[in-house]
C-alpha cells in the first residue's frame, strides 16, 4: 500500500493546499477556464469534496486500531516473565530432563533470546576461515502470531506432565489456557480493526494518488495551466507556485 511510508499528515496537507489552490482558482473568474474536464473548477471542488471525505474515514477508523494494538500489547507483556516462573515451576516437578529442555526451547522462543549468545564479527570471519558455519541462527520468533503459536505449544507441553501441579492459581494451566484464549481475542481484534482501516487507505490513495484522475496529478495540471495563462511571472501564478503536492515514497 503506498501509504505505508509515508505519515498521516502528509495526506492531509495535500487536501489543505488543493482546498487553498481551488479557492485561488475561483478567484480567477472566467479567465481560468481549461478544456480538461478534470482541471475545471467544478470537477476540483467534487475533488476536494471527495479527498476530504476519504481522508475523514481514514481518521475515524484509527482510533479502533490503536486501541485495539494497545490492548495486545499490554496483555501480552506479563508473559515472559510468567513463562519463566511456569518453567521454574516445571523443573521441581518430576518432569523429564528432556522435557524440560523442550520447554525451555519454547520459553526461549517466546522471550526472544538465545540458547547461546550470538556470535561476533570477529568470531564469524575466523569460522569462516576454518570453512565452518558462519550465520548467526535468528532468535526472533517474537511476532504475535509466533508467539501464540509457542505459548499454545507450551501450554500443551506443560499439561502432560502429570506431576505438574503448581499450588499458584495463575500457573495452573488452565489458568494459562484462559490466558492464551484472551490473547487469541486480543489478537484477533487487531486483525479484524484492521481491515476496514486498510480499504478506507486503498479507497484514500485512489483519490489522492491515482495516476492523471488522483487529487495531486489534478493540482500539478491545474497549477501547470495557470502558469500557460498568466504567465510564469504573474501574480496568479505567483499565489499558487508555493503550494506543494507530494506523493507517498
Do not use: C
Not at 478544456?35 to 476540483?44: D, E, F, P, Q, W
Not at 500489547?73 to 516445571?90: Q, Y
Amino acid at each position: 500500500m503506498i501509504m505505508a511510508t509515508f505519515i498521516e499528515t502528509g495526506h492531509a496537507k495535500n487536501v489543505a493546499n488543493f482546498e487553498q489552490l481551488t479557492s485561488f482558482i475561483a478567484g480567477y473568474g472566467a479567465t481560468y477556464n481549461p478544456s480538461k474536464a478534470s482541471i475545471k473548477l467544478a470537477a476540483m471542488q467534487t475533488q476536494l469534496t471527495n479527498a476530504k471525505n476519504v481522508v475523514s474515514v481514514v481518521n475515524s477508523s484509527l482510533p479502533a486500531n490503536k486501541h485495539a494494538i494497545n490492548a495486545r500489547e499490554e496483555a501480552f507483556i506479563p508473559l515472559s516473565k510468567l513463562t519463566t516462573r511456569v518453567l521454574n515451576a516445571l523443573k521441581v516437578s518430576d518432569a523429564s530432563e528432556q522435557l524440560i529442555n523442550d520447554a525451555k526451547t519454547l520459553v526461549r522462543k517466546l522471550q526472544g533470546t538465545r540458547a547461546k549468545e550470538k556470535k561476533t564479527d570477529e568470531e564469524l570471519q575466523t569460522l569462516a576461515a576454518d570453512g565452518k558455519e558462519t550465520k548467526n541462527i535468528s532468535a526472533s520468533q517474537m511476532g504475535y502470531d509466533n508467539r501464540l503459536d509457542n505459548f499454545d505449544k507450551f501450554i500443551k507441553l506443560i499439561a502432560s506432565v502429570p506431576s505438574y501441579k503448581p499450588n499458584e492459581a495463575d500457573l495452573k494451566t488452565t489458568a494459562l489456557t484462559a490466558l492464551y484464549n484472551d490473547l487469541k481475542i486480543k489478537n484477533l481484534a487487531v486483525i479484524t480493526a484492521a481491515i476496514p482501516l486498510s480499504n478506507a487507505r486503498i479507497t484514500r490513495d485512489d483519490v489522492l494518488y491515482k495516476e492523471n484522475i488522483g487529487l495531486v496529478d489534478i493540482a500539478l495540471d491545474s497549477k501547470l495551466y495557470v502558469k500557460s495563462v498568466f504567465g510564469t511571472s504573474s501574480p496568479q501564478y505567483k499565489q499558487i507556485s508555493g503550494l506543494k503536492f507530494t506523493r507517498p515514497r
